[in-house]
């Protein structure tokens, strides 16, 4: 939300019943299932507050019981989609885990989209649950690290450490230098590039990302969803 945000702590509570945003069909655009078809469960408020934030997830009433939330995700997911993206604000701010559960029983897969600050007892350790963690922040949750399969760095012109390509900028606090969670060697890292609403310098992140990917060797992941005009 543009650093607009209210910043929200993590909320316990049993997960019967979760603040959700938006529930959509539409294609993964980031990431290692890019393009994939997916459902997206767009989760309440967030304990962070990104300057250059993309979403709005502050301007939903809905808090619908676990059955209501799975019996929508059911009417718009088609048989051939089995992935479910938990995704927000930041879906671990609440207990998502009851949610993940009765998806995975389903035989659906799950992949979140976290800032990688929270964590969740009892969160299943299943295959089929996929963990993206996008890190603004110089520390991540000690019991998140071991569980994350790609980190997924947002890039922008000029905010790179020449040493390994990743961000030097404090994503809470504009133009502040920070050195973000550096993942551990051997980890998959993905960079994707900052859309700051401004078609120059959206292009400038582009080619920088691009750059810093071809220099370290990273993935390189553009929002396809942009790009297509979906959600
Ligand atoms: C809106 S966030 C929600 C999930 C979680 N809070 C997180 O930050 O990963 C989803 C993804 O969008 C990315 N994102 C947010 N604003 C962006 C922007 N202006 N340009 C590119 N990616 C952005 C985040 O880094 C994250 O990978
Ligand atoms: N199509 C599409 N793919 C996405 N991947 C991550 C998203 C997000 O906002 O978490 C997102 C999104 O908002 N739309
Ligand atoms: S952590 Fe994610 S949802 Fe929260 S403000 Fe940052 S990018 Fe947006
Ligand atoms: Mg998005």
Redesign the pocket.
Known sequence: MRGANPVRPQEGGDGQSLWIQEVFYTLQG?GPFVGEPSVFVRTGG?N?R?H????D?ESSPWRPPLDELLARIGELRPAVCDLIVL?????LRQNVVPLIRALLERGLRVQI???GTLWLDGMPDDPRLTI???P?TPGLHPDLVPRVSVY?Y?LAAGESDPGDGLPTLSTQLPGQGARLFRPPPGAAVTV?????GDAERNLANRQACTAVALAHGYRMSV?LHKLLGIA
């Open positions: 980031e967030c962070l990104c250059w934030c993309d979403t997830f995704t927000g604000g930041e879906p989209e976290t800032n993206v963690c996008s603004k997924k947002v994707m590039p900052r859309d700051d929002q």
